[in-house]
């Protein structure tokens, strides 16, 4: 099973979350790193906040925001 996952702003996140729940939800996904416009980014953090992720890095872009997410911890 993975262990990190990057997704590209190009995907259809809500999508994206509704088909890859199994895999988000798995103790053994560490991270994910997302590329994200910056009105997606609440619904993203609550999203995989109740997956048990936590956002642990933020930085702005040209295009959205880029956005690191770890698994319990801060």
């Given at each position: ?35 994200v ?26 295009k ?11």
């Amino acid at each position: 099973p993975p262990t990190h996952l990057r997704l590209s702003r190009h995907v259809a996140v809500n999508k994206l979350l509704d088909g890859a729940a199994d895999t988000l939800a798995r103790p053994s996904l560490r991270s994910i790193y997302v590329q994200v416009a910056e009105k997606k980014e609440s619904f993203l953090v609550e999203r995989l906040g109740a997956l048990g992720m936590v956002a642990t890095g933020r930085e702005a872009a040209r295009k959205g925001v880029h956005l690191v997410f770890t698994r319990g911890s801060r």
